[in-house]
């Protein structure tokens, strides 16, 4: 058979062009994410409706977030209070490993974080908001001497943020690593009527810069974060960004906008979330509009649980927790069992829900996993990486997660959880003379609970199978003792 010259070169072509289509595809399916965290502070995993049916907060945003991703329902905060949770965030450790004082910064020079273990991987990365890991000089800045320990000492190309939370003086912003303006004033406590002394709007005294107004705060953190992203869509980068948007919201003090003044059925604090989930919706809708959504993960979770009082469920009929006990920085469920949600298009099926246990110092293993590179044998001893769950396994054992507020620890083993003594282990305990029918926990010297059946954590098994408490304890025992072992 006799083929044309044009026939042969028609072949030739047609091949090209699937060669190259075929090219373009492959490109563009390993074309590397984007990847943004927004972390919440202090909301609790019955705040948002996805996860409390009951919930009087409105929460649009985090809703629709968790419908076009995957929701988990089993994800817990690496500690029960603000900073050790962020510690084990940023850099996949447990906590109680770690000895080094906030004074001269939680994290230690060299250690390997998040943005570090990126930035080492092409991505350019910034942090945005409440760092709370130590600043050293923090309580003392002076304008144009640099501020050490920071952000951009881990990891981090870009900070505009605040050294802790947004009720703890001195009251200033950083970028990068020195202080905007000056403290030129000293401002008083505040207070709310009605609130305990750690809910409402709720600061502390100290020195304040010029400027400077916590009212403001969350709104000109939000501009940062999505001034960012349009500075990053111009600037036409090859490489990826992380961003860490490390919100305010909603810790003390609680000052909603107007707009949202109340909106909710839940006070000002119900009010104050709403805003936070707007803020939200702010970012995802800038990602939206720069066309950069089908390529960044989301991830949205909050530090640890919230400060509310069974007195505040009562009045309000509104549980912040959900149908989990206690609060912030307790080591029952509510203290650290967080939303979490993941979004990554074409890559995690939407709407659906993982019951698998994870936990913040999981991320740093994920995200190296995601990239395909592996994390140096000294970095994240307590990191797992849950991409198999993202991509649709549901047949991954983790090791057991570890929790602590000082002396007292709690090990969740499979539906198992052991604390090694009595009571919740923070806030909650100053009420349980109060609510004993709520918080009845002081009766043994230890605390055994199935949350396959008792996920409220409400009947203690402690003496009913000292078997399993002391297996549980034994194992406890041996995590704490094993403080400078290298990733397995």
Request: negative net charge.
């Amino acid at each position: 058979m006799t083929i044309s010259i044009k026939t042969t070169f028609s072949i030739v072509l047609t091949s090209l062009l699937l060669f190259s289509c075929s090219e373009q595809k492959t490109t563009k399916e390993k074309k590397t994410p984007n990847i943004l965290v927004i972390l919440a502070d202090d909301m609790g995993f019955g705040d948002p409706a996805s996860y409390n049916i009951n919930s009087k907060i409105a929460t649009p945003n985090i809703n629709n977030l968790a419908e076009s991703g995957m929701k988990f329902t089993n994800a817990h905060a690496a500690g029960p209070w603000c900073i050790p949770s962020r510690y084990g965030l940023l850099t996949g450790r447990y906590p109680f490993r770690n000895d080094r004082k906030y004074e001269e910064s939680l994290i230690a020079p060299g250690q390997i974080t998040i943005g570090g273990f990126l930035q080492q991987n092409n991505y350019q990365t910034a942090c945005i908001g409440k760092w709370h890991q130590g600043i050293i000089d923090e309580k003392n800045p002076k304008a144009g001497e640099r501020l050490r320990g920071g952000p951009v000492d881990n990891g981090f190309d870009y900070f505009f943020g605040l050294p802790a939370s947004l009720d703890i003086p001195p009251y200033y912003f950083i970028e990068n690593d020195l202080i905007v303006g000056s403290l030129y004033d000293s401002i008083g406590d505040n207070n709310s009527e009605r609130w305990s002394p750690i809910q409402g709007a709720f600061w502390r005294k100290g020195k304040i810069a010029e400027g400077y107004e916590h009212k403001n705060i969350l709104k000109e953190l939000s501009g940062k974060v999505t001034g960012y992203l349009e500075d990053y869509k111009k600037s036409e980068s090859e490489k990826p960004f992380f961003l860490y948007f490390a919100m305010t919201a909603p810790h003390t003090p609680w000052l909603p906008e107007p707009e949202f003044e109340g909106k909710s059925q839940v006070g000002m604090y119900g009010d104050f979330v709403m805003q936070a989930d707007h803020y939200v919706g702010k970012v995802l809708q800038k990602l939206d509009e720069l066309g950069l959504s089908e390529n960044t993960i989301v991830l949205f979770t909050s530090d640890n649980g919230p400060v509310w009082y069974p007195n505040d469920v009562s009045k309000y009929g509104h549980n912040s927790v959900g149908f989990l006990s206690g609060m912030k920085s307790d080591l029952l469920e509510g203290g650290h069992r967080m939303p979490f949600i993941v979004r990554w298009p074409n890559m995690v099926k939407p709407g659906l829900e993982n019951n698998n246990p994870i936990c913040f110092t999981d991320v740093l293993s994920t995200f190296a996993d995601i990239l395909d590179k592996p994390l140096p044998a000294n970095a994240g001893e307590d990191s797992y990486s849950f991409l198999p769950l993202l991509t649709g396994k549901n047949n991954i054992q983790r090791p057991p997660i570890i929790h602590n507020n000082g002396d007292m620890y709690s090990i969740i083993d499979g539906h198992w959880k052991y604390i090694n003594g009595k009571g919740p282990g923070g806030f909650s305990k100053a009420v349980m003379n109060k609510f004993p029918e709520i918080l009845p926990r002081d009766e043994y010297e230890g605390q055994l609970y199935d949350l396959s059946n008792d996920l409220g954590e409400r009947h203690n098994l402690y003496t009913q199978n000292p078997d399993k408490a002391s297996e549980l304890s034994q194992k406890l025992t041996a995590y704490i003792q094993n403080t400078a072992g290298e990733r397995k």
